[in-house]
């Protein structure tokens, strides 16, 4: 049964991973994207929040809530992501896992 006082929202997931001794390339590739990622993604409809971070282990993910999955999957449509960010993230060893939408369950 569906939670009546919860706000349908979705979690987008994308994550990477990354040989550790690139971790320098990866957070300076990462601040490169984000400046022309941030003012894109901003313009989207339906955008609560967008966090990213790489770990010096080897992980590489971008988080966001939105609030509807159709708003969701702008971000697979987005061509500064497809087309500039993410061969970007690519040439610097990033090897991405599947991209998952997630309906929020509960949320404290």
């Known amino acids: 049964m569906a939670n009546p006082n919860l706000v349908p929202a979705i979690v987008r997931v994308s994550r990477g991973s990354f040989d550790p001794v ?3 390339e990866i957070e300076a590739m990462s601040r490169k994207t984000q400046g022309y990622l941030a003012p894109a993604i901003r313009q989207l409809p ?3 929040s967008y966090f990213v971070g790489a770990a010096p282990s ?3 993910t971008h988080v966001s809530l939105w609030d509807s999955e159709a708003h969701a999957e702008q971000m ?9 960010a993410r061969p ?7 090897m991405f ?3 998952v939408n997630y309906p929020i369950g509960w949320r404290v």
């Open 22 to 24: 690139r971790f320098a």
């Open 46 to 48: 339906g955008l609560v």
């Open 58 to 60: 080897g992980s590489f």
């Open 76 to 84: 697979s449509h987005l061509t500064q992501m497809t087309e500039m």
């Open 88 to 94: 970007e993230a690519e040439a610097v060893g990033v």
């Open 97 to 99: 896992l599947p991209i």
